[in-house]
């Protein structure tokens, strides 16, 4: 009953290759994060959303999209990998503003 | 400009001692919320405690209190006690009561409890 839950927890994978990272929470929470942590263990938004809608997309590449099929999932897509998309990216969900944020356990994508 | 600033990368202090892990931050919103998150080596993000703009004492959760200085824009975690497990990254976050409900997050300070 964990209630954010992503996978997959690790990702390894050839430049160039498209791949997707899911997640979904349990939490009837209406906000939903994508967060990636890089090598120095900077935290930054990339995405979020709001029962379904997109809020927030912080100058993300394009080759990164975000799919939120419903309020309980959002999923990243990424095409065309390239070896700076190495990192840990999580997801997280939130409910009313100033709650704390709940996150996913991590993914970590290494591009070889 | 930077919104949460953590100045110290690394911090060491013996078990059972107390540490300070700093936080300043920028705004001028008069509404927001101060978090600290654990990230042990196994890589989750724990929530620690939470201190919101408007609130008159400072938060305490266990061995976890936040030094709210409101005036100097400082939000500096306190842990008593200190633990061989509670050797981790921590990180400040601070989150505006704008409409974009995210959670800005500081650089983080590794720390490191010896016996």
């Known amino acids: 009953d964990t209630a954010v839950s992503q996978t997959p927890k690790y990702l390894v994978t050839q430049m160039g290759n498209d791949k997707s990272i899911k997640c979904e929470q349990n939490l009837g929470h209406d906000t939903m994060y994508w967060y990636k942590q890089d090598s120095k263990k900077f935290l930054k938004i990339m995405f979020s959303y709001n029962n379904k809608e997109l809020i927030i997309n912080e100058t993300v590449p394009n080759r990164f999209s975000p799919k939120s099929p419903d309020k309980a999932h959002l999923n990243l897509h990424i095409n065309s990998l390239e070896l700076g998309d190495s990192a840990v990216y999580f997801c997280a969900s939130s409910g009313q503003v100033n709650e704390k944020l709940f996150f996913g356990s991590g993914t970590q994508l290494s591009v070889l | 400009a930077q919104k949460i600033t953590q100045t110290q990368p690394g911090m060491f202090v013996q078990e059972k001692e107390a540490v300070t892990l700093d936080c300043t931050y920028d705004?001028?919103?008069?509404?927001?919320?101060l978090f600290w998150y654990k990230q042990p080596s196994s890589g989750e993000m724990i929530f620690l405690i939470y201190?919101?703009?408007?609130?008159?004492q400072n938060a305490t959760e266990g061995r976890y209190s936040l030094n709210f200085q409101k005036a100097r824009k400082s939000a500096n975690l306190v842990i008593s006690a200190s633990q061989l497990g509670d050797s981790a990254m921590y990180f400040c976050?601070?989150?505006?009561?704008?409409?974009?409900?995210?959670?800005?997050f500081g650089t983080g300070t590794r720390l490191q409890v010896f016996p």
């Open positions: 705004t001028s919103d008069p509404s927001y919320g």
């Open positions: 201190q919101g703009s408007y609130d008159q």
């Open positions: 976050a601070m989150r505006e009561a704008d409409n974009t409900d995210k959670l800005i």
